[in-house]
């Protein structure tokens, strides 16, 4: 592979996944979901069919991520979702269509953007990615959290017996673990009131292949397999226990096949270990009185019933090769009618065998004596607001084809991403003017006797989106520079005796009335109307008997 080696023996990468959840599989170390038969992943980030590889991801991948991948370098994750158009890295989360047979690789249809749990935030294009690095400050690629893989140490406390009775003996096992979220914008993590939230608890039994948050191992190991595994979940009174849902649960290459819509799951595996045969027993699901959600994974000898012997356990410590991860995750709404700004933050507690309970957010998985860290709560603030603008009110006339529109806005959540100004040209249809403009400003160039019409739709950084006005914001209209010309007059002498005809030829101006005046004399203010006023046909003719008249256009707006 390209970005990470491979083990055929195994059947594995010897790598984690470098761009860890938008791989769009919780295993890091697993090769296109275990079916090579069917699915190829020539570069070390994503599976694919030979066919949708060539036809579709490399042509992708070529464009914008092609120069690192040459180069045998890692691209940044929001390098690769810029180059796919956008991945969909979660079950119902967002709108997208697999390609083929191959449920790791997936399009979003939506605006070219990303709908994952740790990315680069839900459905944005390249240029609401640039907004809201200007904004922030920070890559909008940033995860606000590590990946289940990166965790800043071991959570499974101490150097207690792995538990159990039956053929245990005693042993020991840890587990660095961790609970993310959804990805949100900036510091307070602004997630839009009504999004379905994502969360996945990962836990890990450390062993001679796991690393800190340095890349460093550990000095402690886990000397035997888990056994059994506890995970609960207190959730938050922001959230609506009623909407919980089981999207994932699994540990090493096992998958556990959820049904959609779930809230609860009871199930045996039957899984083999260094030659032993023997049953995972899972149960998961919410109690809905008190909202905390259970998970227990228990190894299980199917002869007597009891725990199999202290070397034999569904979880081995970890090896590079991701056997000893496993994760359970879930979608969750929040309750309606939170208001703008309320925070929602997330806590499990994991329980390796009969060791200490670890929540997520301790300082030091090890010692819980240091505190907690406010950063490994899962933070999400939601933004129930809809932002409003203005475009700035216009005089009524104008005499230039070049005038400035300004506008404004206003948002309580997140804030403003862009605003796109919309137009209508001498009261037709609206028209997208600027689109996703970060602009506050532009100059319009308008044409000399057109009315012109704006308003503005604003769009938050948490995808709120203001309501489109019902009448414009601002008009204006642009006065037409009548250019000086000479009239083309021809005069003819008829057969009456001092009696001529004269024909006038004149420009027209559109948008407004043309009336052709005459006057004895040139300097004075008593000028006539020929009959028939406006003169609207560009030419007429003018019989008289005076010696001199004079002859002026005058145009007036209609």
Not at 84 to 104: C, E, F, M, Q, T
Not at 218 to 223: E, N, Q, R, W
Not at 276 to 303: C, M, R
Not at 412 to 417: D, F, R, V, Y
Request: aromatic residues 8%; proline residues 7%.
């Amino acid at each position: 592979m390209r970005l990470r080696d491979y083990d055929v023996g195994t059947g594995r990468f010897i790598q984690s996944d470098p761009i860890g959840l938008i791989g769009n599989d919780t295993n890091f170390y697993r090769y296109v979901g275990n079916m090579p038969g069917d699915l190829i992943d020539p570069v070390g980030l994503f599976g694919g069919a030979v066919s949708e590889f060539l036809g579709s991801i490399l042509v992708s991948v070529g464009v914008s991520v092609g120069g690192d991948i040459a180069n045998g370098q890692t691209p940044d994750p929001g390098t690769i979702a810029a180059g796919l158009g956008g991945i969909s890295g979660l079950p119902g989360v967002g709108p997208s269509l697999s390609l083929g047979a191959d449920p790791y690789f997936a399009r979003d249809g939506v605006d070219g953007g990303l709908a994952i749990i740790n990315g680069c935030g839900t459905r944005m294009g390249n240029q609401r990615l640039r907004a809201l690095e200007e904004a922030s400050g920070i890559s909008a690629c940033t995860p606000p959290f590590s990946p289940p893989n990166s965790s800043s140490g071991p959570g499974g406390g101490g150097l207690g017996g792995s538990g159990g009775s039956g053929d245990s003996g005693t042993s020991s096992s840890f587990d660095p673990n961790e609970l993310v979220g959804p990805a949100g914008f900036g510091a307070q993590n602004w997630i839009a009131s009504g999004t379905l939230l994502p969360y996945q608890i990962s836990f890990e039994n450390l062993g001679p292949g796991s690393r800190d948050a340095n890349g460093d191992p550990y000095p402690i190991v886990a000397s035997a397999p888990a056994q059994r595994v506890t995970v609960t979940n207190q959730l938050s009174e922001g959230l609506n226990w009623e909407s919980f849902e089981l999207t994932g649960i699994g540990f090493g290459d096992t998958v556990i096949p959820v049904p959609s819509g779930v809230s609860h799951y009871v199930g045996t595996v039957q899984v083999t270990q260094n030659g032993k045969t023997f049953d995972v027993e899972i149960t998961a699901g919410i109690d809905y009185v008190t909202g905390l959600v259970s998970v227990v994974f228990q190894s299980i000898n199917p002869l007597t019933g009891l725990p199999p012997d202290v070397l034999t356990g569904f979880l081995p410590p970890e090896d590079e090769t991701g056997r000893g991860m496993g994760h359970v995750s879930y979608l969750i709404q929040a309750k309606d009618g939170l208001p703008t700004g309320t925070e929602i933050r997330n806590v499990a507690e994991i329980r390796f065998d009969v060791n200490d309970v670890i929540t997520t957010d301790q300082i030091n998985p090890l010692d819980a004596s240091e505190g907690i860290d406010v950063r490994r709560q899962a933070l999400v603030t939601l933004d129930g607001g809809i932002p409003d603008s203005v475009v700035t009110e216009l005089p009524v006339e104008t005499d230039s084809g070049k005038f400035t529109v300004d506008w404004t806005g206003d948002d309580e959540g997140s804030g403003i991403a862009f605003y796109d100004i919309y137009v209508s040209t001498d009261g037709g249809q609206w028209e997208l003017w600027l689109g996703k403009s970060l602009d506050t400003s532009m100059v319009f160039d308008g044409d000399p006797g057109v009315s012109y019409a704006f308003y503005s739709i604003a769009t938050d950084f948490s995808g709120n989106t203001e309501i489109r006005p019902v009448s414009s914001d601002a008009s204006t209209t642009v006065v037409a520079n009548i250019p000086i010309q000479l009239l083309n007059l021809t005069i003819t002498t008829t057969v009456e005796a001092g009696s001529k005809e004269v024909q006038i030829e004149y420009p027209l101006v559109p948008g407004f009335d043309h009336t052709i005046e005459y006057s004895s004399a040139l300097l004075t203010e008593q000028w006539r109307a020929l009959p028939e006023a406006p003169h609207n046909t560009g030419s007429l003719i003018d019989r008289t008997d005076e010696k001199v008249r004079f002859y002026r256009l005058r145009v007036d707006r209609k």
